[in-house]
């Protein structure tokens, strides 16, 4: 299909004048009163925390505005996948479809559980997410979403729908080693290499699944739905029939809902990290933990600590257990010590906590050697439950996932502003840059027109990908799900691939972890000379 024609196929479907202004006015709307609730609970907040200097502020400000940026791109780089299939088959008018979407990304990033937002900060070195408040942090923000931001530009000005998950983590990973080599190897300065490769397995893996299963769905669909009008081409302007279009919007909003859910995530755990380095007694401790949790809490604390207690019998306390336990998180290597040193920090927290009635109550004085404390025990115990090592009795074990639970509900959490924060640049983005993206899966991945059936097929089980992704915390690629769900189909309908896009996507994926880790990298070394 050659350029002029897909400029009329866009067209085509765009709708009327009045139908557009109505729906990119009622979007707009509802962004406008977004915005003012997340303005008016920031000021809200930033009341909370000691008067910061002017420097402080517009750090915030900026590192807030480049985080929001990165979603942004994110929008229209990736939601334009999710309304290929329904502005391609004529399902819907090209004005309608992208609010449609950014609404239902709207939606899945304000239910999103924050698994996804935590799992990606677990990759960063352990000594930039204590130390996020210094200069050193405001260095590894800056140069990773500067990064991720860079190469998904550039991807999207070509029109290739590359990841923005993938280069996300390579910038983090081209942050984490330029750390070390600035640290002369210092291992509390280096990724973590176990948590890379168990994202790196969700991304590869997830592009296959795509692939196979929306192939294998098309293939089960001509077998037990024999409708003819469901294989067929769109017919010039002619939408689908009714029922057809009802499963191709379906399949669109759960794609739209999905990405919120998960590609959103990604965005909230960098503002975190920012709003804990800027205001850490506003962002530091989870605030709407009340009192009587808060005694849930000292009470689970003491627990955990008499049961660690049973499996230290002996050993004497060691002079300083943070430095232990970072060491442990990084070598992932349990010794007698490390048991002690989690202890010993079981106590002071418990002791710390029971100063104050409840976590909001914490001196804004200790409220981040606190948060510190929780962090590195949290991340302790889980990689002990990982690994099963040392091995507890099932009682004890579950006392101490009752006890990481609520360590993490104390500093693992995302305010509702935050949410909708993202949701809006989402939205944006998605409203803003869909057409490049959109062409690219609508037309250049096959051979042939993509056909109703296809398009549900690759949708769907790109929306239960993600979706099942971001119940188990992993990310995964909209794009990479979603343009492998399409070539499949070409595939299985016999359609065949333009390889020459093929090509430029391999190319794409191929060199987004490189480009990024190299960006990220050269940014880093910059950004901490500067700071």
């Known amino acids: 299909m050659n350029s002029s024609t897909s400029e009329d196929l866009i067209d085509s479907v765009k709708g009327s004048a ?89 939606v899945g990033v304000m239910v999103s559980s924050g698994a996804v937002a935590f799992a990606v900060l677990q990759l960063l070195p352990i000594d930039l997410v204590l130390n996020v408040g210094s200069g050193v942090g405001f260095a590894m923000v800056f140069a990773l979403l500067i990064a991720a931001i860079i190469w998904n530009l550039g991807t999207w000005s070509l029109g290739l729908p590359s990841s923005s998950s993938h280069t996300l983590i390579g910038s983090i990973i081209g942050v984490g080693l330029m750390n070390q080599l600035m640290h002369g190897g210092a291992a509390s300065s280096s990724v973590d290499w176990s948590q890379a490769w168990n994202v790196g397995k969700s991304l590869l893996v997830s592009p296959l699944v795509g692939f196979f299963f929306a192939a294998l769905l098309l293939y089960a669909l001509k077998l037990l739905v024999r409708v003819p009008a469901l294989y067929a ?15 191709l919007i379906l399949t669109c909003t759960g794609v739209s809902f999905a990405h919120g859910s998960n590609d959103g995530q990604k965005g909230m755990g960098l503002i975190m990290l920012i709003l804990i380095g800027t205001v850490p007694a506003a962002y530091a401790l989870n605030r709407t933990v009340t009192p009587s949790e808060t005694q849930t809490f000292i009470s689970v604390a003491h627990h955990a600590s008499e049961v660690l207690g049973r499996y230290t019998a002996g050993v004497a306390p060691i002079a300083s257990p943070r430095d232990e336990i970072e060491h442990y998180i990084d070598s992932h290597r349990a010794t007698p010590a490390t048991l002690v040193a989690l202890r010993q920090l079981t106590d002071t927290i418990g002791s710390q906590a029971g100063q104050s009635p409840s976590l909001s109550d914490v001196p804004q004085t200790q409220v981040n050697n606190v948060r510190n404390n929780m962090y590195l025990t949290s991340e302790g115990l889980r990689l002990m439950a990982k690994a099963k090592q040392p091995s507890f009795a099932p009682a004890d074990q579950a006392v101490l996932d009752n006890y990481h639970s609520l360590l993490d509900r104390s500093t693992k959490f995302i305010p509702t502003w935050v949410k909708v924060a993202v949701a809006i640049a989402l939205g944006l983005g998605t409203m803003v840059g869909w057409r490049r993206i959109v062409r690219t899966v609508g037309e250049r991945i096959g051979k042939e027109h993509l056909t109703y059936a296809q398009g549900a097929a690759a949708e769907l089980v790109a929306a239960i990908t993600i979706g099942a992704a971001d119940r188990f915390g992993l990310p995964v690629s909209t794009t990479h799900v979603l343009s492998s769900g399409v070539a499949g189909t070409m595939v299985a309908n016999g359609s065949g691939l333009q390889w020459s896009t093929v090509r430029s996507l391999l190319l794409a994926w191929v060199l987004t972890l490189p480009v990024s880790i190299a960006l990220a990298a050269g940014l880093f070394w910059v950004f901490r000379h500067m700071f």
């Open 18 to 106: 009045n139908q557009r202004l109505f729906g990119f006015g009622l979007f707009g709307v509802c962004l406008l009163l977004a915005a003012i609730y997340v303005g008016v609970q920031l000021s809200h907040d930033l009341t909370i925390a000691p008067s910061g200097t002017a420097v402080s502020y517009f750090l915030l400000a900026t590192a807030l505005l480049i985080a929001l940026g990165f979603e942004f791109v994110n929008g229209f780089h990736d939601t334009a996948n999710a309304v290929a299939t329904v502005i391609y088959t004529r399902s819907l008018p090209a004005s309608f479809a992208v609010v449609w979407s950014g609404g239902w990304n709207f």
């Open 233 to 247: 081409e769109p017919k010039g302007d002619q939408p689908p029939p009714f029922w057809i279009r009802s499963i």
